[in-house]
């Protein structure tokens, strides 16, 4: 698929097949997403890829209470890569989104399928925290997103885009 192609193409998917994720795809798109840019060139992110099933279901038992939602699952995703930059990093929400952005690309050239969550950012709840740390995620270190990749179920039709443009 060449570059334009994947830009056009890629879709948001909130909903997945039960297929698991090979480790050497996710490895790929870890790959990728390592060589987006970072402020100053610093470097400091930190990918947590989970894959297993009670450790996905986990976080988002422990998000679910955190919001009062009954019904949240994360998608019942395959996999999930949670990217962390220490909290004082000045551009740490620049860093995280250039990483997922490539995340989101390498995922559809890969043939799989992903959804950005924001419901770690500023998330503070002890519970949340416990499965962070329980996951090797630094104390100090916070997100501002993560992904949930899977093998597409249902791909929605692309939606108009209406984002004004100005030439000069």
Not at 7 to 35: F, G, H
Not at 147 to 167: Q, S
């Amino acid at each position: 698929m060449d570059a334009i192609e994947m830009l056009l193409t890629r879709r948001i998917i909130r909903k997945y097949k039960t297929d698991e994720v090979p480790k050497d795809l996710l490895e790929k798109i870890i790959e990728c997403a390592k060589a987006s840019p970072t402020g100053m060139n610093k470097q400091e992110r930190l990918f947590t890829v989970v894959t297993k099933d009670e450790d996905i279901q986990r976080l988002a038992s422990a998000i679910a209470k955190s919001l009062d939602r009954d019904d949240y699952h994360i998608y019942y995703a395959k996999a999930l890569i949670i990217v962390t930059v220490p909290e004082d990093l000045k551009l740490g929400d620049a860093d995280t989104s250039t990483a997922m952005q490539n995340i989101y690309l390498a995922s559809h050239a890969l043939g799989l399928a992903s959804v950005w969550i924001n419901q770690l950012r500023g998330n503070k709840d002890e519970g949340v925290r416990e499965v962070l740390s329980s996951f090797k995620i630094p104390e100090n270190h916070i997100s501002y997103g993560m992904m949930a990749i899977g093998y597409a179920d249902e791909v929605p039709k692309a939606k108009e885009r209406t984002e004004k443009v100005v030439y000069l």
